[in-house]
């Protein structure tokens, strides 16, 4: 058996898909899965474990990956996207089983391509439940509690000294937190744990700004910004680290599949469609900015990242690390 999947969104989104291509390799262990993918994020198949191929779609690869999935030969064809794209690849594919959400036949173009059909609806939950429901709409036992899962290919390796790792930047402007909450967040970090800061940052103009401004102390020679050349260094650097914190990025995933304490800051959007899901993460949203949420619902408006408390986020790290 011969399974497509597509996801052609951000890292986020990939991250997240994780537990569906889990549950399907589960259902379907004699398959081969192959996962497509948009070049931005194809750094990161060699860290999922549950796929045994890739096809990757982008600016100038032409005509060879839809030829790809032209003559897969694929079983069965799962699109995690919806978009333009990925409703043509899962009509390309001619697989006997093709899968997609429901909201998408509101495209009556799109909804061509697909024979069964997925009701989830991801506003009313997590986008990684959202993914899973696609593979429960072809196999219903599958298990609902998988979680998001990276594993590193074995060369990768991280700095030996111990570092906490800090990153400011994002694709949305309105996603900023303050330079001067940055600044505070890294000279607690050594000034009372003793950690090296690592701060990364993609190669972005405003990103790079944005770092470049923020306030540290000259003296204590354990500050250092890294631009990791791919997703695999950033990942490598994300899972050696003792805390991560983070705005609502792509970072957030990254250390949420490794299982590594994490705070994450949420200003405009809704934490519950994109927290991190295991025990070790706090999560700070905007609209309630002065301690960490503990309740999370569909319809949480957001708010002006400048409104997160700097104490507050330094209480919460200072309780995740006194923890074993």
Same mark, same amino acid.
């Given at each position: ?7 052609? *969104? %951000? ?25 497509? +993918?948009?070049? !931005? ?8 474990? /549950? ?12 005509? #060879?990956?839809?030829?790809? +999935? ?27 089983? $093709? ?10 173009? $799109?909804?061509?391509?697909? =024979?069964?059909?997925? @009701?989830? =609806? ?24 998988? %979680? ?26 309105? *996603? ?15 000034? =009372?744990? !003793?950690? *090296?800061?690592?701060?990364?940052? !993609?190669?972005?103009?405003?990103? *790079?700004?944005? +770092?470049? &401004?923020? @306030? ?12 990791? =050349? ?36 949420? !200003?405009?959007? #809704? ?13 700070? /949203?905007?609209?309630? @900015?002065?301690?960490?949420?503990? &309740?999370?619902?569909? $319809? ?25």
């Amino acid at each position: 058996m011969r399974i497509l999947a597509l996801q052609l *969104k %951000r890292i986020g989104d990939l991250v997240l898909t994780t537990p569906a291509l889990r549950a399907m390799h589960a259902a379907w262990p004699e398959a081969k899965i192959v996962l497509g +993918v948009m070049d !931005g994020t194809a750094p990161l198949l060699s860290a999922i474990p /549950s796929i045994q191929g890739g096809i990757v779609f982008g600016r100038g690869r032409g005509w #060879n990956p839809w030829q790809q +999935v032209l003559t897969g030969g694929w079983d069965m064809c799962f699109d995690f996207t919806g978009n333009d794209r990925s409703a043509f690849a899962t009509a390309l594919s001619r697989a006997k089983t $093709r899968v997609g959400f429901e909201w998408v036949r509101r495209n009556r173009l $799109r909804a061509l391509a697909y =024979k069964t059909w997925s @009701p989830s =609806k991801v506003r009313d939950v997590h986008t990684s439940q959202h993914y899973l429901d696609l593979v429960a709409a072809a196999k219903a036992d599958i298990d609902p509690d998988l %979680r998001p899962e990276l594993v590193l290919p074995a060369a990768s390796s991280a700095p030996t000294e111990p570092y906490a790792l800090l990153h400011p930047g994002t694709a949305r402007l309105e *996603k900023y937190w303050t330079t001067a909450g940055w600044g505070a967040v890294a000279a607690d970090l050594f000034q =009372k744990h !003793g950690l *090296k800061t690592i701060i990364t940052s !993609g190669p972005d103009a405003y990103e *790079k700004a944005h +770092v470049a &401004e923020i @306030p540290h102390l000259e003296e204590d020679r354990k500050w250092e910004i890294q631009y990791p =050349k791919d997703l695999i260094s950033l990942a490598t650097l994300v899972a050696g680290a003792r805390i991560v914190v983070s705005c609502d990025t792509g970072v957030v995933h990254l250390a949420s599949a490794f299982r590594i304490p994490q705070i994450a800051l949420f !200003g405009p959007t #809704n934490p519950f469609h994109w927290r991190p899901l295991h025990d070790r993460a706090v999560v700070f /949203s905007a609209a309630q @900015p002065d301690a960490p949420l503990t &309740e999370f619902t569909p $319809r949480m408006k957001g708010a002006p990242m400048d409104q997160i408390s700097t104490a507050a986020v330094v209480r919460a790290i200072d309780s995740l690390l006194a923890q074993p």
